[in-house]
């Protein structure tokens, strides 16, 4: 063991404890050539935190079906086609766990750190996430936006997780697979960790800050 550099670690869920829920996945029904647009109008500037309708259900103002709504008129109004549903409607949302990170969390456990959650999430997704892992067993807390009426990157909900789980921001690292929300744990102290798709880079930089690898 190497002295440690922190004590808490707070994870995001999409992208981070689950290999999916990127931003890139809003996108993958429609063409490639509409792709990036199709994604700016499911959840616009997602560095922003404003008056965009999915910023709004992430912070638990509007349901899921008013956020569909007015998706499905933004799409309209840009000339994009709705594809299809496959056959038996809509999928169901379901988070896959990222068992690289799993196998981090409970290391991590082990060694008696602080773990946390802070996920910027909707109502509708909460039964699917909750059901990847053993969440109110691993984590000794959970910040989901609309639950709480805030969400990422406003540095309010940084400092409401650190508050809840009693850490310090030097002793915290917080994992995100969105750059401007990790940006945003910086601004308040706290030590980003980018999550890219293959997670491997991220996993180390934490174990290393967590005294686990020199």
Request: hydrophobic share 45%.
């Amino acid at each position: 063991m190497q002295p440690a550099d922190i004590d808490t670690v707070i994870f995001d869920v999409g992208g981070v404890l689950a290999s999916n829920g990127r931003h890139s996945d809003f996108a993958r029904r429609f063409p490639p050539e509409v792709a990036e647009q199709v994604t700016r109008i499911f959840v616009g500037d997602y560095g922003d935190d404003g008056d965009h309708p999915w910023h709004r259900l992430e912070r638990g103002e509007i349901t899921l079906a008013e956020n569909r709504a007015l998706n499905r008129a933004a799409l309209a109004a840009a000339g994009i086609e709705i594809p299809a549903p496959p056959p038996g409607g809509a999928p169901v949302i379901s988070f896959t766990p990222c068992e690289p990170m799993v196998a981090l969390v409970k290391e991590l456990r082990e060694h008696e750190l602080r773990l946390g959650v802070l996920t910027n999430n909707v109502a509708e997704f909460r039964d699917s996430w909750r059901a990847m892992m053993p969440f109110d067993e691993w984590f000794d807390d959970i910040v989901d936006s609309h639950e709480v009426g805030l969400r990422k990157p406003n540095p309010a909900i940084f400092q409401l997780a650190l508050a809840r789980l009693g850490a310090e921001a030097e002793r915290t690292a917080f994992l995100d697979d969105v750059a401007t929300n990790v940006r945003a744990a910086e601004s308040v102290g706290i030590r980003g960790v980018w999550v890219e798709e293959d997670p491997a880079t991220a996993i180390e930089a934490v174990r290393r800050l967590a005294g686990l690898i020199a």
